[in-house]
């Protein structure tokens, strides 16, 4: 009873002080499933809610804005041929001389280089949100390391609020250079979200739920492109009048983000390796827990910080050079490259289109097929997060490269044939 008194003062007086906090010794006459059971469990309202905070706010945003310019895609292309021969002015249907063959031919050659150049602009429209999802990756480990993880995640809700008002107003200001600019700004925050919610998501999560906390990220993402893609029906947001709507809602997670993720803790790991406060990455654990049991953990982080405090700074070029390093470079390079080099990009964003041109699918149909896509998506993913822990992160990455193998084979005899 002593023991425990001890750990109730100690968890009050964590709530008004940042000092160092003082470990009680365990008592023997306590059996260690009561010592240790509630840090074990884990699963705690408050981890769930800085789980659904975090994956919202940046999960969310990322997979909707992959998914959100597929349906629509014929409607936001006519829109933009129209405010591109509207900012031409009207053109003369015959020659100088009377030809009117001539001018037929002249009125021809000039609508092919109108459809190539509104065919380049609809390319940047798709490829411009990877370039900004590459420029905000590459600074993610930046701003996480300057902000925290916490900071980084709301801070960059600004870009997603700036980017969803510039989506949304561009057919009112008949400027496609505004969605244009709204698809970078909104890559960027993509390309932040996706390196600091997945670290966020797997420093506050306990041990032994990391891996299927980890692949919450993923999962939501799955859902989120289902989501924009049901939203983009034309019987729903995708219509000629209401497409700006559907890409404006890419501001609703934003916001979410922004009124819930205050009420979450930083990351202990951020609190106690990078900022070397002790007690405050124990404040923040005995939150996420809802248990003042969190003294495994901490010890656990600071074997982690007197390693990495041990350990010489390694910089690029130490990448490169260092023989210890090399097949762990190798093995990471490979995985990315096997994700992204997969297809998958290129069906996310041109679904609709391919089912069009090389299954003969009416719009319509190419739109529901997408959906189906998206469907299948969301299950499979549902299923990995079932299995991460029971099958492994290196069978299932192996069982869905083989599966991708034989898909694209089967795909591009298919098309060849069709």
Not at 50 to 78: H, K, L, M
Not at 140 to 164: E, F, H, P, Q, S
Not at 176 to 205: F, V
Not at 274 to 281: D, F, H, P, Y
Request: net charge neutral.
């Amino acid at each position: 009873m002593d023991n425990k008194k001890e750990r109730e003062e100690e968890a009050e007086r964590l709530q008004d002080t940042d000092a160092p906090p003082y470990r009680p010794t365990v008592s023997v006459l306590e059996p260690e499933s009561s010592q240790r059971s509630p840090s074990r469990k884990g699963l705690t309202s408050n981890l769930i809610f800085a789980v659904i905070s975090c994956t919202v706010g940046s999960s969310f945003q990322f997979g909707y804005n992959i998914g959100v310019i597929n349906a629509p895609r014929t409607i936001i292309i006519e829109w933009m041929t129209e405010v591109y021969k509207n900012r031409q002015g009207p053109s003369e249907t015959l020659s100088p001389l009377g030809n009117s063959s001539n001018a037929t031919g002249s009125a021809a050659a000039e609508e092919e280089a109108t459809k190539a150049y509104i065919k380049l602009l609809w390319s940047i429209v798709v490829g411009i949100f990877c370039v900004g999802g590459m420029m905000g990756g590459v600074t993610t480990a930046y701003w996480v390391d300057k902000l925290g993880r916490k900071r980084t995640l709301l801070w960059n809700n600004i870009l997603g609020i700036v980017a969803g008002a510039l989506m949304g107003l561009s057919k009112l200001a008949k400027s496609y250079e505004m969605l244009i600019i709204g698809r970078l700004i909104i890559g960027i925050n993509a390309g932040l979200s996706s390196g600091a919610g997945p670290m966020y998501l797997t420093e506050i999560s306990p041990l032994h739920l990391r891996g299927a906390i980890g692949s919450v990220h993923q999962l939501v993402v799955t859902i989120s492109i289902l989501v924009s893609q049901v939203l983009g029906l034309p019987a729903i947001l995708g219509g000629e009048t209401s497409w700006p709507f559907v890409l404006a809602l890419t501001i609703a997670p934003a916001i979410y983000q922004l009124a819930t993720m205050p009420f979450c803790p930083e990351s202990p790991k951020f609190l106690l390796i990078n900022r070397q406060q002790e007690g405050k990455a124990q404040k923040a654990l005995i939150k996420l827990r809802k248990t003042s049991e969190v003294y495994d953990e901490m010890d656990q982080m600071k074997t982690e910080n007197q390693q990495l405090l041990s350990e010489p700074k390694m910089g690029f070029k130490s990448l490169l050079t260092d023989p210890a390093l090399r097949m762990p470079i190798i093995i990471t390079i490979m995985m990315m490259l096997s994700q992204q080099l997969s297809g998958i990009n290129a069906v996310m964003y041109y679904s609709t289109l391919i089912f069009e041109d090389g299954a003969k699918m009416t719009h319509e149909n190419a739109v529901l097929a997408t959906i189906g896509m998206g469907c299948i998506n969301v299950v499979m993913t549902v299923i990995s997060v079932v299995l991460v822990e029971k099958a492994g992160r290196r069978t299932l990455h192996l069982a869905g490269l083989g599966g991708m193998w034989a898909t694209t084979i089967i795909f591009t005899i298919s098309s060849v044939l069709v």
